[in-house]
Structures are given as structure tokens and as C-alpha cells.
DNA sequence: GTGATGACGGAAT
DNA sequence: TATTCCGCCATCA
């Protein structure tokens, strides 16, 4: 990594999450730059200590689910915490599409 | 330095 | 449309 901390980057970025809104890890690294680094954005959040403010609970794979099995306290807490902001899942533990907000940093 | 793992993504079947 | 397989890249053992 060529950046000091790159984690903060993607941590600026998950900070940038409208309230009641969903992004990928694929999205949030194309953001930060890095087309490729979905998995990077998970071991970055994964890393998150639970005092950490930011609102990890926004971000889900591209398939719109929650990366965590569904018997693990990590995946209720997320469901819960999306549902306490208007984030709905169908029968299939999905995340609606209307959901996922592209909210772009706005670079330029 | 090498091999295996992972909060993933996308294409193929 | 749903499930499966392969590929990417950084971190950990």
C-alpha cells in the first residue's frame, strides 16, 4: 500500500453512508480506488473495533445480504440495526435493490 | 518466502 | 432465476 492508511479511506467512505441506505464492499473499494479490493474493504471492516462509530452494518456483499452466517450474532445485530433504518429484507434475507444507494464521495 | 484464508465479485452452468 | 466455480488481492500463520 502506497497510501499511509488506506483504511481510512474506506473508513471515510462507510462514514459516508446515507442513513437507510446499503453499499457493496466491491462499490465501496471502487471508490476508494480499487476496483478489485472487495475482500480488502471486508478485512478492513472486519478489523473495526465494535467502539468504532462507523455504520459497517450498511455494508453487505453484492448480492445484497449480509456476509455473516445466519446462526452468528454478527448477522441478527446487522439485520437489526438496517431494519432500525428503514432497511427491509424480502424472504430471502435480501436487501431490497431500492436500497442500495450508489452515494459516491463526489471526487472531482 | 511460501501457503492458506477471507465481512467478495462476477461469470458460467 | 438459483447455485456453483473461479479469480483478485491483502493479511495471517
Redesign the pocket.
Known amino acids: ?1 502506497q497510501e499511509p492508511e488506506l483504511r481510512e479511506i474506506i473508513w471515510q467512505l462507510v462514514a459516508a453512508i446515507p442513513r437507510g441506505c446499503v453499499t ?3 462499490e465501496l473499494a471502487a471508490q476508494s480506488g480499487y476496483p ?5 474493504v ?2 478492513v ?2 478489523q ?1 473495533p465494535s467502539d468504532s462509530a462507523l455504520p ?1 452494518h450498511r ?1 453487505i ?3 445484497g445480504e449480509i ?2 452466517p445466519q446462526n452468528s450474532e454478527q448477522w441478527h445485530e ?1 439485520r437489526a440495526r438496517l431494519a432500525s433504518e428503514g432497511v427491509v429484507f424480502n424472504d ?1 434475507n435480501r436487501v431490497r435493490l431500492s436500497d442500495y444507494c450508489a452515494f459516491k464521495t463526489g471526487p472531482t
Open positions: 500500500m457493496s464492499y466491491g478489485n479490493h472487495a475482500r480488502f471486508g478485512t471492516l472486519k473495526l459497517w455494508v456483499n453484492a448480492r456476509s455473516f446487522q430471502k
